[in-house]
């Protein structure tokens, strides 16, 4: 049998201003939590026994995948980083094998079988999947293989022209347990002058077995994989996997509870998945493929650009737009001649004018005619602080990243790149040009002169 261990205990730091209230594995990745997106995914392929090992943030954790019948938690006290808490969720599981699964992996059920076949074909050798490297990257683990895709070596930062280690992994349990303790709590192959973090590195166990003689393989996802270890990589799985979504379909898919109706102007390529209790009304356009989920409102004149996704319960209406590519969260409100691009978490309000390119976090009111900039003078990309150094984003780096819980004025101004922290307030007419930190209130100070008025000034 095997099993299946998720690693969900870290603090995911790097995915700030989305990680001030809440453990990164919760994050939805169209509209599902990643967490319960991968344990879903697992449960799906037949496998029984999921662990989950749980640490920052436990109880969030566990609101989202404990109803599931396969799944039991184990909670890491101390965080110890990834190689402690696969040690924990090794020791909790009665399978032969065990699946290793990072919960901050976005990726498709295909690609998960895909990993335990190559496992079958192997006979019992270890298996690694890597993806190829995008640009831009400032933290990798690349696998070296051969001709015939036995490893030959684990490199932290190794060449980009080489596939990078995505957080999957399977192998015999009991080998996973003598090479997880073997493991010596820092990368060992690393570049001359690279200063790897004290932390154990879960490739780096299979790399020991590899320099023991154990046969270790690597295989390379045939579909899309996103690591979210930044807040740009939240936009880009959930980009990902509603591309994926809306392929994966080749017709439309319209529930018997929903309602399309006839005067809503439809391109002939589209393919719609309406799902029960949806609405498009009259005068509404929908410029190409799209999901409603469950009660899903689109009326009153409504535009939706090719490939979105609207959320349980949300509406776009009154003339408002969401742009390609996007995603409106769950009870979400999109209204009165808005335009949004971007993603949304759930319970988001933008209203009134607002012209916003943005990932946005939950419970979020955006007042009217708020703008969020795209584009800098120089038409670079903003560089981003995170984690203690300077990186520019792989993708989506200019749009605007606004936290849980936040809220703006009407006329506020968010410069492209900037972020948010959660629980802040923006007030009215603000240009946000630098991060703010969370629990802040920004306000502008306004200069007014008074001075004598009147018809014997201007008049006839």
Same mark, same amino acid.
């Given at each position: 049998m095997i099993s299946a261990v998720v690693l969900a205990a870290g603090e995911g730091r790097g995915t700030w201003p989305f990680s001030g209230i809440r453990q990164k594995t919760t994050v939805p990745v169209l509209h599902v939590p990643m967490v319960r997106r991968m344990v879903l995914q697992l449960a799906d392929l037949g496998i029984s026994e999921i662990v989950v090992v749980t640490g920052h943030r436990a109880e969030a954790v566990q609101a989202c995948v404990l109803d599931i019948p396969a799944v039991r938690c184990v909670r890491q006290a101390v965080c110890r980083g990834p190689v402690d808490a696969a040690l924990m969720g090794l020791a909790a599981v009665s399978g032969d094998a065990v699946l290793l699964c990072c919960a901050d992996i976005v990726t498709t059920r295909d690609t998960l079988r895909q990993t335990l076949d190559a496992y079958t074909h192997s006979g019992g050798a270890g298996v690694l999947l890597g993806a190829p490297c995008p640009g831009g990257l400032h933290h990798w683990v690349t696998l070296e293989c051969d001709d015939s895709g036995a490893l030959t070596g684990v490199w932290a930062r190794g060449e980009c022209a080489r596939p990078r280690f995505v957080g999957v992994a399977v192998a015999p349990t009991a080998r996973l347990r003598q090479y997880f303790d073997r493991n010596p709590g820092i990368m060992e192959n690393t570049g001359v002058g690279s200063m790897p973090p004290v932390e154990g590195d879960l490739a780096f166990s299979f790399e020991l077995m590899r320099r023991d003689g154990i046969e270790t393989r690597c295989v390379i996802a045939r579909d899309?994989? *996103? #690591?979210? #270890?930044?807040?740009?990589?939240?936009?880009?799985?959930?980009?990902?996997?509603?591309?994926?979504?809306?392929?994966? *379909?080749?017709?439309?898919?319209?529930?018997?509870?929903?309602?399309?109706?006839?005067?809503?102007?439809?391109?002939? #390529?589209?393919?719609?998945?309406?799902?029960?209790?949806a609405q498009v009304g009259k005068g509404c356009i929908i410029q190409g493929s799209a999901i409603l989920m469950s009660g899903a409102q689109v009326r009153h004149g409504a535009i939706l650009g090719s490939g979105v996704s609207i959320g349980h319960r949300a509406r776009v209406e009154e003339y408002a737009k969401i742009h390609a590519e996007s995603v409106l969260g769950d009870d979400s409100v999109l209204a009165h001649c808005a335009e949004f691009s971007g993603i949304t978490f759930d319970t988001v309000l933008m209203y009134h004018y607002c012209c916003i390119s943005a990932l946005i976090g939950t419970h979020v009111d955006i007042g009217a005619a708020t703008v969020c900039g795209t584009w800098r003078f120089d038409d670079g990309v903003r560089r981003q602080y995170v984690a203690g150094h300077w990186e520019t984003p792989a993708w989506h780096g200019n749009l605007s990243y606004i936290g849980d819980y936040a809220r703006t004025g009407v006329n506020a101004t968010f410069m492209p790149g900037v972020k948010v922290g959660c629980y802040c307030c923006v007030g009215p007419g603000v240009i946000v040009s630098e991060d703010i930190p969370e629990r802040k209130m920004l306000l502008a100070a306004q200069r007014q002169i008074q001075k004598e008025w009147g018809p014997e000034h201007y008049g006839w």
């Open positions: 899309f994989v *996103v #690591d979210v #270890d930044r807040p740009w990589d939240i936009v880009e799985a959930n980009k990902q996997a509603l591309g994926y979504a809306i392929a994966s *379909v080749p017709e439309n898919r319209i529930d018997p509870d929903a309602r399309i109706h006839d005067g809503a102007e439809i391109a002939a #390529d589209a393919r719609l998945i309406a799902q029960a209790g």
